[in-house]
């Protein structure tokens, strides 16, 4: 069964009375070369896939993964997909809502404490929500492989210290290693979304650990919600400069801040987007020393 075809896709919706659930942001790949590449970032040993649809990536990460659990939360799509996995018997879908479910109970007891990797073909309404969640719950993930809105693409993978870079790009990189894959068209869905979009990767950091015999880098000892607020502030008035936002929104004197400013080497002028990840960082211990 081609689940790429159009004609076939009609037909499965036709046979089984499926229609689209706008509120769902429904959009499956009927472009053929595109799940095989999201594949190729599965780990073998186990996969989570957010999001079924008719199972087009679901057969292809099947393929690859010894085990893959998928988490669909549209449960009008049974019928389809007891139809289109019949012949993957190491598929396993939890109906249920992945943002409210208990990933870290789930992965536990589907995969037995072995770090899995997650692929998706995301819808654009709970991007950023799922990812962050991915990443903030630091669960047993190697890699984060998602399709997205490609504009969304962009701002995710922005480096901090380049233009496109906010809060979330620097949030993303904190906890792991992002990499725009590939662009896919509009055209290569259906029905056709308003935008393009893009694959991303996302090597999750580990903490003390290893990738690959290499030490992983990483912020130790730091105050996550703390570092995270100076983050949101300095992006909150992004078209001024830091002093500004960092000392309204933190409750701090200018002249504190732009001392912090200075002694990571940037101007009291300096404004959020031309901040490095490491200087990000720098700022928050000059800061915390600071409020001491």
Same mark, same amino acid.
């Given at each position: 069964?081609?689940?790429?075809?159009?004609?076939?896709?009609?037909?499965?919706?036709?046979?089984?009375?499926?229609?689209? #659930?706008?509120?769902?942001?429904? @959009?499956?790949?009927?472009?053929?070369?595109?799940?095989?590449?999201?594949?190729?970032?599965?780990?073998?040993?186990?996969?989570?896939?957010? !999001?079924?649809?008719?199972?087009?990536?679901?057969?292809?990460?099947?393929?690859?993964?010894?085990?893959?659990?998928?988490?669909?939360?549209?449960? #009008?799509?049974?019928?389809?997909?007891?139809?289109?996995?019949? &012949?993957?018997?190491?598929?396993?879908?939890?109906?249920?809502?992945?943002?409210? #479910? &208990?990933?870290?109970?789930?992965?536990?007891?589907?995969? !037995? !404490?072995?770090?899995?990797?997650?692929?998706? @073909?995301?819808?654009?309404?709970?991007?950023?929500?799922?990812?962050?969640?991915?990443?903030?719950?630091?669960? +047993?993930?190697?890699?984060?492989?998602?399709?997205?809105?490609?504009?969304?693409?962009?701002?995710?993978?922005?480096?901090?210290?380049?233009?496109?870079?906010?809060?979330?790009?620097?949030?993303?990189?904190?906890?792991?290693?992002?990499?725009?894959?590939?662009?896919?068209s509009r055209g290569s869905f259906? +029905?056709?979304?308003?935008?393009?979009?893009?694959?991303?990767?996302?090597?999750?950091?580990?903490?003390? !650990?290893?990738?690959?015999?290499?030490?992983?880098?990483?912020?130790?000892?730091? &105050?996550?919600?703390?570092?995270?607020?100076?983050?949101?502030?300095s992006f909150s008035q992004r078209?001024?400069?830091?002093?500004? +936002?960092?000392?309204?929104?933190?409750?701090?004197?200018?002249?504190?801040?732009?001392?912090?400013?200075?002694?990571?080497?940037?101007?009291?002028?300096?404004?959020?987007?031309?901040?490095?990840?490491?200087?990000?960082?720098?700022?928050?211990? @000059?800061?915390?020393?600071?409020?001491?």
């Open positions: 069964m081609n689940l790429t075809n159009i004609n076939t896709i009609k037909d499965l919706f036709a046979r089984h009375g499926f229609a689209f #659930t706008k509120s769902l942001g429904q @959009n499956f790949l009927i472009n053929p070369s595109v799940c095989p590449k999201i594949a190729l970032g599965a780990e073998k040993s186990g996969v989570l896939e957010i !999001g079924a649809g008719v199972g087009v990536l679901t057969r292809e990460l099947a393929k690859v993964s010894e085990k893959v659990v998928v988490i669909e939360i549209d449960e #009008t799509l049974k019928p389809i997909l007891a139809e289109t996995l019949a &012949d993957y018997p190491n598929v396993e879908i939890i109906w249920a809502d992945v943002l409210k #479910t &208990d990933l870290r109970g789930l992965i536990a007891e589907k995969f !037995g !404490g072995e770090r899995i990797s997650v692929c998706a @073909n995301l819808p654009y309404y709970i991007t950023s929500p799922v990812i962050m969640r991915l990443l903030e719950e630091r669960l +047993p993930l190697s890699s984060i492989t998602v399709m997205v809105q490609k504009e969304a693409a962009v701002r995710l993978c922005a480096k901090p210290g380049t233009r496109n870079c906010g809060a979330v790009s620097v949030a993303v990189r904190y906890y792991s290693e992002p990499k725009k894959l590939f662009d896919v259906m +029905p056709a979304p308003n935008v393009d979009s893009a694959v991303i990767r996302l090597d999750v950091r580990v903490v003390g !650990g290893l990738r690959e015999g290499r030490a992983v880098p990483y912020a130790a000892n730091i &105050d996550e919600k703390f570092f995270f607020k100076i983050v949101r502030a078209r001024k400069q830091l002093a500004n +936002p960092l000392s309204s929104e933190l409750g701090l004197q200018k002249e504190a801040v732009k001392t912090a400013l200075e002694a990571i080497g940037k101007k009291p002028t300096a404004r959020a987007e031309e901040l490095t990840l490491e200087e990000f960082i720098g700022l928050y211990k @000059n800061i915390k020393e600071i409020i001491k």
